[in-house]
């Protein structure tokens, strides 16, 4: 059964252009929120494969789009990991015992071991795999990792961080330790995402949320490279399941013609022009995105973006999404409304 959404990705022809948002399941739906309370917290509905499926599939029903995202969070491989993970309310995630040498990293648990432990992540893949091919409709599902570079940032400083200035004084004054990090990770990552897709995910997703903190220069050293290593595995093994990038801010690396390796999709973020990215990359790769998520406070803003990024792709190789995380604020109605506004502008017939 061949899904728009895993056609479009391997660049072939749809009836019209697939749209997902990222951060889809979350706070902005009530519907959530509920399941959240019944939970406890955000990290016990991450370790209930019932309930993770269920908030999964919310965004289908109630916004309409093409694809779902599974319920997790990037931060569960560091907590397998052996990093003790809490989110605290109002604060976000937080480790306590951040890496700050050899021997911190060292007593982290590794490889194929570590994705093993991610039991309920598969569980919750299995369930929805199951749920998805009963519905019949054809909607595929998204498994996701975070990029080595943007775990390691929380691994490093502990917590989010607005400067980065741990993990870049690692950088620049021990860049063997920070690289020690990033390949431990990327093992793991590599088992993690192998064992998502033998659980039933259609596509992969690596998210780079921070890479935009790396300068240009150094951008191919300290993340890409560890990205395209994970995505090349993948491809080898399982040509058939597109692979999607999207590290977040980096317009300049991408103008400089840092892109490269094998993938299929390209997420290109808010803040790069979609029309420099087609003509460099357009090509080589399907991209996806990239409206401004706080256009969808307003529906004549979303209609506006939604029609110049459909004018500058042409409904090929392109997937609508937003250009990074829609916000817990913005009306439920206003995303069904850009959900609509993409398959409408995009629509062959
Ligand atoms: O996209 C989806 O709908 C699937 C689920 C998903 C979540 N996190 C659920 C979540 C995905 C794909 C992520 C990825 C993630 N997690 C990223 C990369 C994606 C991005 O947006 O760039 C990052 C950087 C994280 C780390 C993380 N998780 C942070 C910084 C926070 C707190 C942020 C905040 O807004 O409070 C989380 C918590 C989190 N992950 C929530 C959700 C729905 C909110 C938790 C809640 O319900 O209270």
Redesign the pocket.
């Known amino acids: 059964m061949s899904k728009i959404f895993v056609d479009a990705c391997l660049g072939k022809e749809t009836p019209y252009t697939p749209v997902w948002m ?6 902005y739906l009530p519907e ?1 929120m509920a399941v ?1 309370a019944d939970a406890g917290d ?1 990290l016990s ?1 991450c370790h209930d494969p019932e309930k993770a499926a269920e908030v999964t599939i919310q ?1 289908l029903d109630i916004v309409g789009v093409d694809a779902a ?7 569960v491989i560091p907590d397998e990991m052996g990093m003790d993970l809490s ?1 605290v309310k109002g604060e ?2 937080k480790f306590s015992d951040p890496i700050a040498t050899q021997e911190d990293l060292d007593r982290l648990i590794g490889g194929e071991e570590a994705a093993d432990r991610l039991t309920y992540v598969y569980d919750t893949i299995k369930l929805l795999r199951k749920q998805l091919d009963e519905r019949g409709d054809e909607k595929a599902l998204i498994g ?1 990792t ?1 990029a080595p570079w ?1 775990l390691a940032t ?1 691994m490093i400083e502990g917590q ?1 961080t607005k400067t980065y200035n741990i993990c870049k004084k690692m950088m620049y004054s021990n860049p063997e330790l920070l690289h020690n990090i990033l390949e431990k990770v990327t093992e793991v990552v590599k088992y993690y995402m192998e064992k998502q897709i033998l659980s039933g995910v259609d596509v992969v997703q690596i ?1 780079d ?2 890479a935009a903190a790396i300068e240009p220069g150094k951008y191919d050293e300290f993340s890409w490279k560890y990205m395209v290593e994970i995505a090349e595995y993948l491809k080898e093994k399982y040509p058939h399941i597109p692979v999607i990038m999207f590290p ?1 801010g980096i317009a300049a690396f991408i103008e400089r013609g840092g892109i490269y390796g094998n993938f299929d999709v390209l997420g290109i973020d808010w803040g790069t022009p979609m029309a420099m990215a087609k003509e460099k990359l357009g090509e080589k790769y399907v991209l996806q995105g990239n409206m401004e998520p706080c256009r969808l406070y307003s529906k004549e803003a979303t209609t506006e973006c939604v029609e110049a990024i459909q004018n500058i792709m042409g409904g090929k190789r392109h997937i609508f999404n937003l250009g ?2 829609i916000l ?1 604020d913005v009306p439920v109605e206003n995303a069904i409304h850009f959900v609509k506004e993409c398959q409408r502008v995009s629509a062959k017939s």
Not at 22 to 27: E, I, L, N, T
Not at 69 to 75: E, G, K, V
Request: aromatic share 24%; hydrophobic share 40%; no cysteine.
């Open positions: 990222m951060r889809q399941a979350g706070r959530y959240r955000f509905l965004p995202i599974l319920f997790s969070d990037i931060l989110f976000g995630p996701f975070g943007t929380y989010g998210f949320s921070w977040k990074h995380g817990p």
